[in-house]
């Protein structure tokens, strides 16, 4: 039964997500499932091995994640891998990740290895010759305690939501946006909340004081009947009751700066893509912060952990 569940979820998916005819070589898969480890990480520790191709990049460094050990670039067109697009890349050298400051131009080399994609050889060019930032006018970090604001939203339904509703549970929320062609961005978040929302539905207490938010950032294409077609297929059913405790909402054009802003996520229209960071965050029956992911290193199991515990605090 868990491997046909499963097999839904991965067959609702895809068909959702080949709508969307982009082809980035040895990157990029069309599908929702957890991808299976047939590459050796960077690390070395996968037994399978899968044929390593290299590109050369040239970019400028938007941020720097130390803890997370990679940084944001914004980079020039990759003949034969990726068009110009902002993207995290992992940079196993940590000497060569804090060498890296916010507007140095770099070039380096994209390792890619089935699913698994690096950077080696990371090179400055040209240093930042721009005073950083204040504080003040940095890209907002959701901090635990942090009160959420009580933004609007229109759910699959066509209904307008507000954070306010969820007082009293723990909302496990994320940004995603149906069109997303990369596998380790939307598709990958989107298998992950639909094996959170499994998890939870398994113990009926979690499943009672808890809810589920993909937040999307492209209005204009994800109207309610798109999510809603999204989200039936991302949870493997045909049934509608899966809104109950999972929903689907697009952020109003006119809020959407402002919700990016608070859960520290960044988009950028080009194309006819939309390059953008990701960005999920547990959010306390108070509804306050709970803890906030910046990347796509979290599991299922994990925010199934957070919401636990932030009950248990609230207690």
Request: net charge neutral; glycine share 6%.
């Amino acid at each position: 039964m868990r491997l046909q569940r499963r097999s839904a979820i991965r067959k609702g998916c895809v068909q959702v997500l080949l709508l969307v005819a982009v082809l980035i070589a040895g990157l990029l898969s069309f599908s929702c499932s957890k991808s299976k480890p047939v590459a050796q990480a960077p690390d070395g520790n996968a037994a399978a091995q899968s044929p390593v191709q290299r590109y050369a990049l040239k970019g400028k460094v938007v941020s720097v994640d130390s803890n997370a050990g990679e940084a944001n670039i914004d980079a020039e067109a990759i003949p034969g891998f990726m068009d110009a697009m902002i993207m995290p890349y992992k940079i196993k050298d940590q000497g060569q990740l804090q060498k890296l400051s916010v507007g140095d131009s770099v070039t380096a080399d994209v390792v890619v290895q089935g699913h698994e994609y690096w950077l080696e050889n990371v090179k400055v060019t040209t240093h930042s010759s721009t005073t950083p930032p204040k504080p003040s006018a940095a890209m907002h970090i959701p901090a635990s305690g942090e009160p959420v604001p009580d933004f609007e939203l229109v759910n699959q339904s066509g209904k307008h939501i507000s954070f306010k509703e969820f007082r009293g549970k723990v909302l496990l929320l994320t940004f995603i946006y149906t069109r997303c062609p990369f596998v380790d961005y939307c598709p990958r978040v989107s298998h992950e909340f639909a094996e959170a929302n499994r998890q939870l539905a398994a113990t009926p207490e979690l499943l009672r004081t808890t809810h589920l938010l993909s937040i999307s950032f492209d209005p204009v294409h994800d109207t309610p009947s798109v999510l809603r077609g999204y989200g039936l297929a991302c949870a493997g059913t045909r049934g509608p009751a899966v809104f109950k405790h999972w929903e689907f909402a697009a952020a109003p054009a006119a809020q959407l700066p402002q919700i990016a802003d608070f859960f520290g996520f960044t988009y950028k229209e080009e194309g006819g893509l939309i390059t953008h960071s990701l960005s999920t965050a547990v959010i306390a029956p108070d509804g306050s912060v709970f803890k906030w992911y910046n990347g796509n290193d979290w599991r299922a199991s994990d925010l199934v952990k957070d919401a636990a515990d932030a009950l248990r605090a609230r207690s």
